[in-house]
C-alpha cells in the first residue's frame, strides 16, 4: 500500500504544480461526493443513456479539471496493483495530499472504501440561492447590511434582481494557492459568500466564538480540519461486499 499512496501523492504533487487552484478542486471534489450519500465515488461517473450523473450536475469546470486527475492516479495504480485502490478512496488520498501541498495539515487517510454501482445528483449555489441577500434580505426592498457593500456590489454586477438565476458562484478558498485560516478571517469582515457562511458569525455565540478561535489560531484550524476530514471521509462508505472497485473511475464494471 505504501507504494500506491506514493503514485498518488507524485500525480497530486505534478498536478498542483501545473495548475495551483487544483489542490482546492480535488478537495471539493472529495467533499462533494461524500456529502452526497457517502464516499463512493459516484460522483467521478460519466453520464450514460439510463443514468444522468452527478458530474454533469456540477459545472464548476474548475472542479471539472480535477476528474482528470483521478483517472491519470487510477492509471498509474491499475499497472502497479489492479483493482486494489478503490476511486472513492484514491479521492480521499487526493484530498488529503492536495492539502498538505499547500501548505494545511497532514492526516492519516483511513481506506478500504469501495466505489458505487451507480449516481446520485447533487444541486449548486446559485445566483438564485442568495439574491435575497443582495435586494431584499428581510421582505423590505432593502439589501443585507451585514454582507459587505463592495462585495455585494461585486455580486450584484452577476446576479441581478432578475434572471440570471443559474449563474454560479462557488466558495472557493480566498487565497486560493495557499491554505490557511483566511477564510474565518474574511467572516469577521462580513466577507461571507452565502448566509450560510455569514451566520456562522451573525446568528449563534457558539459559531462565532469558533470563527473568532479559527482566525486568531491557524494552528488549532489545521489541528480540527484533518479531524473533520477523517470524520467526512468516513461518511457512509460501501464495505465488505457492497459496491465494487472500478477499474475506470467514469464508469461501473461491465
Known amino acids: 500500500m505504501p507504494r500506491a499512496q506514493e503514485i498518488v501523492r507524485s500525480v497530486v504533487a505534478k498536478a498542483v504544480a501545473k495548475e495551483a487552484r487544483m489542490a482546492a478542486s480535488l478537495v471539493r471534489l472529495h467533499f462533494h461526493d461524500c456529502f452526497v450519500k457517502g464516499c463512493d465515488a459516484s460522483i467521478l461517473l460519466d453520464s450514460t ?49 492536495s492539502t498538505v501541498l499547500v501548505g494545511g495539515p497532514s492526516w492519516v487517510v483511513p481506506l478500504g472504501r469501495r466505489d458505487s454501482k451507480g449516481s446520485h445528483t447533487i444541486g449548486n449555489s446559485r445566483c438564485v440561492s442568495f439574491r435575497q441577500r443582495l435586494y431584499n434580505q428581510s421582505g423590505n426592498s432593502q439589501p443585507d447590511f451585514t454582507l459587505d457593500q463592495s462585495y455585494a456590489a461585486q455580486l450584484r454586477a452577476r446576479c441581478p434582481r432578475s434572471g440570471g438565476d443559474q449563474n454560479l458562484f462557488f466558495l472557493d478558498f480566498v487565497s486560493p494557492t495557499k491554505f490557511d485560516n483566511s477564510y474565518f478571517k474574511n467572516l469577521l469582515s462580513f466577507k461571507g459568500l452565502l448566509s450560510s457562511d455569514q451566520v456562522l458569525v451573525t446568528k449563534n455565540q457558539a459559531s462565532l466564538e469558533l470563527v473568532k478561535k479559527y482566525a486568531e489560531s491557524n494552528e488549532l484550524f489545521f489541528e480540527q480540519f484533518a479531524k473533520s476530514m477523517i470524520k467526512m471521509g468516513n461518511i457512509s462508505p460501501l464495505t465488505g461486499s457492497r459496491g465494487e472497485i472500478r477499474k475506470n473511475c467514469r464508469r461501473i464494471n461491465a
Open 49 to 97: 443513456g439510463s443514468l444522468v450523473s452527478e458530474k454533469r450536475s456540477n459545472p464548476n469546470r474548475n472542479s471539472a479539471r480535477g476528474f482528470e486527475v483521478i483517472d491519470e492516479i487510477k492509471s498509474a495504480l491499475e499497472k502497479e496493483c489492479p483493482q486494489t485502490v478503490s476511486c472513492a478512496d484514491i479521492m480521499a488520498l487526493a484530498a488529503r495530499d
